[in-house]
Nanobody, 119 residues
Framework: VQLQASGGGLVQPGGSLRLSCAAS????????MGWYRQAPGKQRELVAA???????NYDDSVKGRFTISRDNAKNTVYLQMNSLQPGDTAVYYC??????????????WGQGTQVTVSS
């Protein structure tokens, strides 16, 4: 099982970016998925999470600005980020709770994608 994240980049304050993360491999089901971020010198923190049924949870710092969504048919999770601020600068990682084709359950991480908010 692999998670492949994409969509990061450099954006000016107030701008928007959309991150995507697709799970691939021998997958039976993908349950909870989420986005985390890690800024230089800081611990990795949860940004947003979504259950298979679409129930969402956000860190207070991104509520009203970020939206997490998913496409279960594509085993893909998205993070729409609006009104980006310099404080959002970090490497963003996706995470998925996956049951593979052998019925084994595990948490998998994507490779990380850099988001830089700067003028």
């Amino acid at each position: 099982v692999q998670l492949q994240a994409s969509g990061g980049g450099l954006v000016q304050p107030g701008g928007s970016l959309r991150l995507s993360c697709a799970a691939s491999g021998s997958i039976f089901s993908v349950n909870g998925m989420g986005w985390y971020r890690q800024a230089p010198g800081k611990q990795r923190e949860l940004v947003a999470a979504i259950t298979r049924d679409g129930v969402t949870n956000y860190d207070d710092s991104v509520k009203g600005r970020f939206t997490i969504s998913r496409d279960n048919a594509k085993n893909t999770v998205y993070l729409q980020m609006n009104s980006l601020q310099p404080g959002d600068t970090a490497v963003y990682y996706c995470n998925g709770a996956v049951r593979n084709g052998l019925g084994q359950f595990g948490h998998y991480w994507g490779q990380g994608t850099q988001v830089t908010v700067s003028s």
